[in-house]
């Protein structure tokens, strides 16, 4: 897999994963990956693709290319998941097959699991031979086919062709086989690749479709720090390339103007930037920017270490005021939230840009990656591209708690128009304990639950309000790992449009 000797592997942690919705009988597999100290992958020429020794795993950040994938070796993993749970009690390692022909990793999916009764269910897999343990994801287990199931993606990854590592078809390979995500897209900056790198580039996304199985979207970053970066995504196989020339809000409008014309769907990153952060006031269009990447390596750009952030952005002069995201909500724009990589490992859904060496230098100031839930009733191209327009997603740092969150009856990312008491609804389920549910309303914390466990089911009511309001939930687990809901706007009227209720 490398050249050179391989260093020595102990097993660190297991990973493991299940779909986060299914129905009483529903087949469905659990990903798993056993863990190992990361170590480097050099890059190699004249192999067999794909391999881990790419001669792409070189970066002009001098990013190495790290595996945390344990070789295979004899041994078996003892599932259980309580008296509901139907499928295999203990899978030996060797029936992990890795994700390529000769690859020897420890990784890969178990099928032939189902639950008998449904409710909010783990599933726990241990190593036998050193007794390591882990918990999947809750699995939210319906008695019917569930109308909007939750699936989980990332948008937001750079290649080889700018400054990242890997080319395309390695990054929607580990994106689907070893990130374990259902959705991806590239955001490579469009100002290092060309006209027909981009017509490469919508080839390999749309080879890599696989409607029902893993979902992928046409995907660029426009790189402007003058007014703020955008990527900007298309809803069908294809569309223009857009570039940024001028640092200048004619520019903006140009990028708005192609939205427009191919129903792009835009998203602000790293807002909080001091460096490359967006300026709020410089431009904003309502009907294409519906959404903000909150949370990346970047950090959390929610709002400032001042008011309580715990993973505010400190690469490149840190946060600047007035940049937030809460900042832009108070202006009245209507952002849903996602989490994203603006990975440049060339490991989406599982970076380890922490692990570089010189961790005192830009690496070492970044943080985990952010990936987001979506709700949607199918895994189409078309289902989550409507799914994300219609802002039914929210954020994380990389984890995948179960989170719904309604206002008046109308699901995150809608808006309703009521009178009287708001009725409230948040639920939730972690693997790893929730510490801390805070809504949010305007910016200030209304209500808070502390010490929650692993599930919550939160009713509650606000009063009556004449102005307009945004609301949404901030959880916080115990071991930091964080989720944002997408806000709920709420109109004083009599009657309105309501959101997609689950």
């Avoid at 990975?343 to 961790?359: A, F, S, T, W, Y």
Wanted: proline residues 8%.
């Amino acid at each position: 897999m490398t050249n050179g000797p391989m260093p020595e592997h102990h097993r660190t942690g297991l990973w493991v994963l299940a779909p986060s919705t299914v129905a009483v009988g529903e087949e469905f597999a659990l990903s798993i990956k056993v863990l190992t100290c990361p170590y480097p992958v050099p890059p190699a020429c004249y192999q067999t693709y794909p391999r881990l020794g790419s001669p792409f795993n070189l970066s002009p950040r001098g990013i190495a290319y790290l595996d945390n994938a344990a070789p295979r070796w004899e041994g078996a993993l003892e599932i259980a998941g309580g008296s509901a749970l139907r499928g295999p009690s203990a899978v030996p390692c060797a029936a992990l097959e890795g994700t390529f022909p000769g690859d020897h990793r420890a990784l890969g999916r178990i099928r032939g699991f189902h639950f008998t009764q449904p409710g909010t269910h783990f599933i726990s897999v241990r190593d036998a031979a050193t007794g390591l343990e882990a918990s999947s994801n809750p699995i939210r287990v319906t008695a019917q086919p569930p109308e909007l199931r939750l699936f989980w993606g990332d948008l937001h990854s750079q290649t080889f062709f700018s400054d990242g590592l890997r080319v395309p078809e390695e990054l929607f390979h580990f994106a689907r086989h070893e990130g374990f995500l259902d959705i991806f897209a590239l955001a490579d900056h469009s100002e290092f690749v060309s006209d027909r790198q981009w017509e490469y580039f919508i080839g390999v996304t749309n080879d890599a479709y696989c409607p029902g199985e893993f979902v992928t979207l046409v995907g660029q970053e426009w790189t402007n720090s003058g007014v703020g970066h955008r990527n900007l995504y298309y809803p069908g196989d294809s569309g223009p390339i857009v570039r940024s020339s001028e640092a200048t809000k004619e520019d903006l409008e140009r990028l708005y103007e192609v939205a427009r014309e191919h129903r792009g769907l835009l998203i602000p990153h790293h807002s909080a930037n001091v460096v490359m952060g967006v300026k709020w006031d410089l431009g904003h269009e309502p009907e294409h920017e519906r959404l903000v990447e909150i949370y990346s390596i970047w950090g959390n750009s929610e709002r400032p270490a001042s008011e309580g952030n715990p993973r505010p952005i400190r690469v490149l002069k840190g946060e600047q005021e007035g940049r937030h995201v809460s900042d832009a909500l108070a202006r009245g724009y209507r952002f849903g939230f996602v989490g994203g990589g603006d990975i440049h490992d060339g490991r989406p859904g599982d970076e380890l840009h922490v692990h570089q060496e010189r961790p005192q230098d830009y690496h070492g100031l970044q943080r985990r990656q952010g990936i987001m839930g979506v709700f949607a009733p199918e895994l189409t191209r078309q289902a989550i591209f409507d799914a994300l327009w219609q802002r039914r997603c929210y954020a994380t740092t990389n984890v995948r708690p179960y989170l719904t969150f309604a206002v008046c009856g109308t699901f995150m990312g809608g808006t309703a128009h009521a009178q009287g008491p708001r009725p409230i609804r948040v639920e939730a389920a972690s693997e790893v304990p929730i510490a801390r549910v805070e809504i949010v309303k305007n910016g200030r914390e209304a209500f808070v639950r502390t010490d929650v466990g692993r599930l919550l089911e939160w009713k509650l009511e606000d009063a009556p309000g004449t102005s307009a309001d945004h609301y949404y939930v901030r959880l916080t687990r115990e071991d930091g790992e964080m989720a944002w809901s997408s806000p709920v706007w709420i109109e004083p009227a009599a009657t309105g449009p309501r959101g997609h209720q689950p």
